[in-house]
């Protein structure tokens, strides 16, 4: 039996190959499926079985398209009601691969039909060795119960059952393997590591720990981490089947003068560094940089609704814009720009800037007796860990609602933890008619490293008149 695990970086997905000596299961696929196919030919196996653990809430799945390309047979919760031809499974439900025989287990909590496969090696013992145990469990914590409105405290007590009642009583040394890990949204602390055993998981993480019931509910449905917008959408689009990948085209070349035409019918996506965001872009681009969490925040920031226009800084990068946004169902792509900002900017095109400034400007800034605004758009727990005294927390998100609770005529500098998140911001303050807003490179990072406090003695609150902060402080 091989056991081999595929890490999709940004949204932190672990799917998995399962096999034999000829034959294979790939659990939770995601949508570009070729890796599996590559692994499956370098291991000498045919992919026969395609295993759903639930209807996921932040990725979009390949078992179609998988299904399609190897001949395999798509397994998932029959409480899932899929509209899609699949055999559906329930709690005792055994099936087998050649000698490695797969155990279904309704395990709800996360999602109401949640199953996981207890896997026994029947060559080597009869005891449970793995369990594929989706986002049920995760090394160091556990599934959010908190993505289906009103259902929150019922997902969460289901959860308690499912974990001492059926998972907690698998053997110490069986090994888990969670469908993610640190970095997604489906949790709130979970550990780098991305494998795990059943025993060690019992001493060790904080949630297996909670044995009062309504203890464990309070911990998993207080200040939890919000779900970004396309949760909300992605369970839906997997239960129906994707459309397949195959019938999405790839990215069309645009002019200056054929992107200029779909402007107003589409939004425009700009996914270069912050830095060069900053110095020429687009009027009213969004900015997510594709080296930050990309595909979570455009699945969150982005109006589905809407074709996107991509800037990038050439093909290949807008072919990896694609992949990403696909992930998370973002299939309405119309085009990029051909010939980049360079191209635009040649032609005498209109381009607007975002000034970006160091941690040492943004420090002499907030010491000038000038009425100033800074906008923290991190997290909440990570403005409370560390920022600037009087800076306004605002996460990323929420700039596009909340925007009218900072005054527009009031110079406005966004943070963040590196100057990407706050790139994000500036973009969408100014497609909210904001003029003078300021990127804050290095962010918080930047600021700390040049050895300035997270204290800002003066600072104007976006609700409030100026005032010296600093005669507060003892």
């Known amino acids: 039996m091989i056991i081999q695990q595929i890490f999709t970086e940004k949204v932190a997905h672990s799917s998995y190959i399962l096999a034999g000596d000829r034959n294979c299961a790939i659990i939770d696929p995601r949508r570009d499926v070729d890796i599996y196919l590559k692994m499956a030919r370098e291991l000498g196996v045919r992919i026969t079985h395609i295993l759903e653990t639930h209807l996921h809430a932040d990725f979009i799945s390949g078992h179609l398209d998988l299904a399609e390309r190897t001949g395999a047979t798509i397994y998932a919760p029959e409480k899932g009601n899929c509209d899609f031809e699949h055999v559906p499974l329930k709690e005792g439900d055994i099936f087998s691969i050649e000698d490695i025989e797969l155990q279904v287990l309704e395990t709800p909590g996360h999602t109401p039909e949640h199953i996981s496969y207890v896997v026994v090696d029947t060559a080597r013992g009869k005891e449970p060795i793995a369990l594929f145990c989706g986002d049920t469990i995760f090394v160091g914590d556990v599934g959010r119960p908190d993505l289906f409105p009103g259902k929150a405290q019922e997902l969460a007590s289901r959860l308690y059952d499912t974990l001492h009642d059926k998972l907690m009583e698998l053997p110490d040394f069986c090994e888990i393997y969670p469908a993610h890990g640190a970095g ?252 003078d807003v300021r990127n804050a490179a290095g962010g918080m990072t930047g600021y700390a490293a040049a050895g300035y406090g997270p204290e800002c003695p003066k600072c104007v609150l976006p609700w409030a008149p100026f005032r010296n902060i600093g005669s507060d402080l003892p």
């Not at 800037?353 to 010491?367: D, G």
């Not at 596009?400 to 500036?426: A, K, N």
Request: negative net charge; charged residues 25%; hydrophobic residues 35%.
């Open 184 to 435: 997604s949204l489906c949790g709130r602390a979970m550990a780098s590591k991305r494998s795990s055993t059943i025993g060690y998981e019992i001493n060790y993480n904080y949630a297996l720990e909670i044995k009062d019931r309504e203890q464990f509910i309070g911990s998993l449905t207080n200040n939890m981490p919000e779900a970004p917008d396309h949760f909300s959408r992605c369970s839906d689009v997997n239960r129906i089947g994707p459309e397949k990948m195959k019938e999405l085209r790839n990215p069309e070349p645009f002019s200056n003068s054929e992107f200029r035409e779909r402007i107003g019918k589409a939004i425009i996506l700009d996914v270069r560094s912050f830095e060069s965001f900053g110095g020429q872009h687009i009027p009213g681009a969004y900015n997510i940089d594709l080296n930050s969490n990309f595909p979570t925040y455009s699945g969150w920031l982005l109006p589905p609704e809407k074709d996107i226009l991509l800037v990038t800084d050439n093909y290949f990068q807008a072919l990896d814009a694609c992949i990403q946004l696909h992930r998370i169902g973002m299939d309405r792509i119309a085009g990029y720009l051909e010939e980049g900002m360079y191209g635009w900017v040649t032609e005498g095109l209109t381009t607007g800037h975002v000034p970006q400034i160091s941690a040492s400007e943004l420090h002499e800034r907030v010491t000038e007796e000038k009425e100033l605004t800074i906008v923290d758009v991190r997290a909440v727990s990570e403005y409370e860990d560390f920022h600037i005294e009087g800076a306004v927390n605002i996460p990323v998100h929420e700039l596009r609602e909340r925007h009218v609770e900072l005054d527009r005529d009031v110079d406005t500098i966004l943070i963040c933890g590196s100057g990407q998140r706050s790139s994000m911001g500036c973009s969408i303050l100014l497609q909210k008619g904001f003029s």
